[in-house]
């Protein structure tokens, strides 16, 4: 990470999520900084050690256990007043032993929709949005009828179903949204619509998504922390910006050529990987990728993957 002048600490952190999808986060003691806040067990990556030797060897200091099967979930960067901490965070399933602490005073296992109530570590708070967050962001085909969304919608897999329709006016967007967002919501969907992010809340929407040129306008957070705010990006530079602004999720692209923007240079796996391991906050692969590239997503950086066509079968895609 960039010099900052501080101390710079390399952290392997360890998610452990149990077979109910609750995680396991821990009090910090009273010696150390930031005392009573609670955190993920992990710590520091010592000098010569590669991060999966450290989580074991931490998570076996700290809870007693051995690490099973493990994959990368988020990295994060962040500046506190006394020090620079880089974060390794990895997702732990299986592991060997009963977690128990011996350095911290208390552990609970939490719901992932639970861990915005409790007075986690400003740096562990990305996080949490990588563990709520769906591993499938799916948009509208953009020339879709309204009409035909519903039928089409029930067979996607779960995830953020972003309402994307350029060819509607304002008015009729709004419309659009007020019928189509309950019947989506309860098919399990989660709605982000693209239009006035004030109208969130009044239509039941899950979240507001930023278009990149939406984005460069925009001058604090468009929504209340209680929905989800993404933003599209394209390089280091909106990335950048999706943070600052407090996005919780961040889609990039493209990876691949793709036919619905065929000027847009493509990033290759490479080059989205670069950019998504600095991003500091989840990120989608875009750009002729589907639910068959979600391994190959996350070896990559990826929290998931985003798409148009692979997800809506073909017999939908005619229709619209």
Request: hydrophobic share 40%; aromatic share 6%.
């Amino acid at each position: 990470m960039p010099s900052t002048g501080r101390k710079y600490v390399h952290i392997a952190v360890g998610v452990l999520v149990d077979p109910h999808g609750a995680v396991l986060i821990c009090q910090r003691p009273a010696h150390k900084i930031y005392p009573g806040e609670w955190e993920f067990p992990g710590g520091k990556v010592e000098a010569g050690e590669d991060v999966q030797t450290a989580l074991r060897r931490e998570l076996h200091e700290e809870l007693g256990i051995g690490v099973g099967a493990c994959r990368p979930l988020i990295r994060v960067e962040h500046v506190y007043p006394e020090l620079a901490v880089e974060l390794d965070t990895w997702q732990v399933s299986a592991w060997s032993g009963e977690p128990r602490s011996t350095e911290h005073p208390a552990m609970a296992w939490v719901a992932p929709d639970e861990l915005p109530r409790w007075p986690l570590l400003a740096a562990d708070r990305p996080i949490v949005n990588a563990l709520r967050l769906p591993e499938h962001c799916i948009f509208t085909p953009p020339a879709a009828d309204p009409t035909k969304l519903l039928e089409g919608a029930r067979r996607l897999p779960p995830g953020l179903l972003r309402l994307r329709l350029p060819a509607l006016s304002d008015a009729d967007y709004r419309e659009c949204a007020r019928r189509l967002v309950p019947s989506l919501s309860d098919a399990g969907r989660r709605v982000i619509v693209d239009r006035d992010p004030g109208e969130v809340a009044g239509l039941g929407a899950a979240g507001f998504h930023a278009s990149s040129l939406a984005l460069r306008g925009l001058r604090g957070r468009p929504v209340a922390a209680d929905r989800w705010f993404g933003a599209s990006c394209h390089d280091a530079a909106e990335l950048a910006a999706a943070r600052a602004l407090g996005a919780d999720y961040a889609v990039l692209g493209p990876v691949q050529r793709t036919p619905t923007h065929p000027a847009a240079t493509a990033l290759g796996w490479d080059g989205f990987e670069r950019l998504a391991r600095t991003a500091g906050l989840p990120v989608y692969a875009i750009g002729g990728l589907g639910a068959r590239d979600l391994d190959e997503a996350r070896r990559r950086g990826a929290h998931g993957v985003a798409g148009i066509s692979a997800y809506w079968a073909a017999r939908y895609l005619e229709r619209f």
